[in-house]
């Protein structure tokens, strides 16, 4: 067996010291009992024998160990008996320690037989008249040891499935982190196509627009005065949209909560349209993913939008319910409302983003009643690393 100091299990330890003791009490006992009588030199030599070379084998590999100890420390028995002419329970310990350190499998079996029938094979070597409840030491013994290292089997498999499982938290986790910029990058393309497309598309515009101003200004001053007008407004649509298409390029790029980055889209869109928006927060800040403030951003610009442009809406009413499992955001406007539910492209943008993140979408409106816009998204809970992290060190299986 190896140094105790050396063992990583408590177990283990208490195992090899008791063993150690219950040697040193047995070469006392050779000493000052067994040693006037023949053959003392044969039971003292076993006795160092049933005690160095088991731990010497456990040194260097503990595949046979409990063999050895069988074989060694039950000769040892077997002979100390017949030369003491009376039962010893010495086989207790070497039995019980054999039985921490056996193996799974059908040598564990065929040992705990060897160490119950050890006992019986001494009291034949003293006398049947010997019989009594130490012939029970072997088998009861070693089956505590089986018991026990079941247990330390079990404390095993369960520290190895926490690594397995902290391994794969960490790969979901670096996983995670790569969507998040996946995301951000497809995110900001998308934007920069739009914006070109719409800052490409208005500059067309209002360059054929001067070209056909400047004929008509000797033509027809009006009506190149009243073109003028309309570039003009188209230059001033352009423009709102470009600053929205911007603000929405990097609207996470900051780390401030959810709740104070949704109160910033309200608050820019009622500076630049008028409106009254009222916002409300409830709850205490939750940590969401990337992609989910990304949809709840997006999905509080479309319901905006959709109510002021669409419902002619001047009062809008906005809630973020902040719980541990779950957000909602819910858009309530005073417009006029819709007459059917009818999902276009903003819509059905709102809807694919929030159910790609398990989340979803609903819209109650009714003529004349305003537009309520409740959109749901769970929370994913980042604790459970944690968690096993602390499961993971109260556990020592050596």
């Known amino acids: ?99 921490i350190y056996s193996r799974p499998g059908k040598e564990r079996w065929l040992l705990w037989a060897g160490f ?50 902290n391994r794969q938290n960490q790969l979901l986790e670096e996983y995670a982190k790569q969507i998040e910029s996946i995301t951000l990058l497809e995110e900001r393309n998308r934007l920069a196509r739009d914006l070109h497309d719409t800052v490409g598309h208005t500059f067309t515009s209002v360059i054929m627009g001067l070209d056909a101003v400047s004929f008509l200004m000797d033509a027809s001053p009006q009506k190149a005065k009243e073109q003028v007008g309309r570039l003009r407004d188209v230059m001033r649509r352009s423009l709102e949209e470009t600053r929205t298409y911007i603000h929405q390029i990097s609207p996470n790029d900051d780390k401030e909560d959810l709740s104070s980055q949704l109160r910033k889209v309200a608050n820019e869109f009622a500076s630049h349209t008028k409106t009254e928006i009222i916002f409300k927060s409830n709850g205490a800040p939750v940590a969401i993913s990337f992609q989910g403030a990304i949809a709840l951003t997006r999905c509080l610009q479309e319901a905006l939008t959709n109510a002021v442009r669409h419902g002619q809406a001047n009062e809008i009413v906005v809630t973020l319910n902040q719980e541990v499992s779950q957000v909602i955001l819910v ?5 006029s409302g819709i007459k059917e539910e009818k999902f276009g492209f903003g819509l059905n943008g709102m809807k694919e983003r929030l159910e790609s993140l398990q989340g979803s979408l609903t819209i109650k409106s009714g003529n004349l009643v305003g537009t309520v816009v409740t959109c749901f998204f769970p929370v994913r809970v980042e604790r459970m690393r944690g968690e096993n992290l602390q499961d993971d060190q109260s556990i020592d299986c050596g």
């Open 1 to 99: 067996m190896v140094p105790f100091q050396n063992e990583t299990h408590w177990v283990y330890k208490i195992a090899q010291l008791t063993r150690i003791g219950w040697f040193i009490l047995h070469l006392l006992i050779v000493v000052l009992f067994l040693n006037p009588i023949p053959l003392a030199w044969l039971n003292m030599t076993l006795l160092f024998a049933a005690f160095l070379i088991p731990q010497w084998t456990n040194s260097s590999g503990r595949k046979n160990y409990p063999l050895l100890e069988l074989f060694f420390s039950g000769l040892f028995l077997i002979v100390g008996c017949y030369l003491l002419g009376k039962y010893s329970s010495f086989l207790a310990i070497p039995s019980l320690c054999a039985g």
């Open 116 to 165: 119950t029938i050890v006992p019986f094979l001494a009291i034949l070597a003293v006398g049947l008249n010997q019989l009594g409840m130490g012939v029970i030491d072997g088998l009861f013994f070693f089956g505590v040891g089986i018991a026990i290292s079941k247990v330390l089997e079990a404390e095993k498999k369960t520290k190895v499935l926490l690594e397995e499982n």
């Open 331 to 335: 858009i309530m406007d005073n417009g």
